[in-house]
């Protein structure tokens, strides 16, 4: 069945270094929207960035994603990490109208 | 902006008491979510509706009923709570947004339930 796979449950890292999270799909369907979800302490889980094209890179707020169908991957990208990117991240995929989460990532980012 | 709201924003229910939590969404979105969020378990997807009269059972059901009368409200209904169920639920809707393409969704506050 469909599925979303992120494989850090925690990643922490210093502040300045380049960020990126690992997100990959499982899915028959050909035309997969993914999703990256951002949710901050005591906040609820809002959209970062989606992608449904293969190959080109999407961006917002600094953060970069590029949708790999031959990898079935849409990792998380940042080149350099701030204090406020501290959060969980959810990658999701929407397939056949259902949308499935992945278990998400901790990123904490220390001074 | 959407705009989701759920209440209560927390609660504190007894072991085999009902427990219903509220959302209402200004969005005018058919598609409505309730999902609850565990740590190790990311969000899990409970119940869904596509419109008015309709729920649809997610990936974990069991011991939870959904309701959604209107357009606006969506609500999710613990007949007999039990502490398993102590968790964060959230709601979400729907919709394409600022962003077009695929259903972009709208989470609330969330509701903090604890059942002791």
């Known amino acids: 069945g469909d599925s979303v796979t992120q494989t850090e449950g925690l990643v922490t890292l210093t502040e300045g270094l380049p960020v990126m999270l690992n997100c990959t799909y499982q899915t028959i369907y050909s035309n997969p929207f993914l999703f990256w979800y951002v949710q901050h302490l005591n906040e609820s889980p809002r959209l970062l960035l989606k992608s449904f094209t293969d190959n080109k890179r999407t961006e917002h707020q600094g953060f970069h994603a590029t949708l790999h169908k031959s990898s079935s991957s849409f990792h998380l990208q940042k080149s350099s990490a701030q204090l406020s990117d501290s959060a969980l991240y959810y990658c999701?995929?929407?397939?056949?109208?259902?949308?499935?989460f992945g278990d998400g990532t901790q990123l904490v980012v220390k001074p | 902006e959407a705009a989701v709201t759920q209440s209560p924003r927390n609660k504190v229910a007894v072991t085999g008491g009902k427990v219903t939590l509220s959302c209402n969404q200004t969005?005018?979105?058919?598609?409505m979510y309730w999902y609850r969020q565990d740590t190790g378990h990311g969000l899990r997807l409970i119940h869904y509706?596509?419109?008015?009269?309709?729920?649809e059972k997610g990936d974990i059901p069991d011991g939870y009923k959904a309701s959604r009368p209107s357009q606006e409200n969506f609500s999710l209904i613990l007949e007999l709570a039990t502490p398993s169920q102590t968790s964060v639920y959230f709601c979400?809707?729907?919709?394409?947004?600022?962003?077009?393409?695929?259903?972009?969704?709208?989470f609330g506050s969330g509701t903090r339930l604890t059942v002791l």
């Open positions: 999701a995929l929407r397939s056949n109208n259902r949308i499935f």
């Open positions: 969005n005018n979105h058919n598609n």
């Open positions: 979400a809707s729907g919709g394409l947004g600022d962003w077009g393409g695929a259903e972009t969704l709208y």
């Open positions: 509706s596509y419109g008015a009269g309709s729920t």
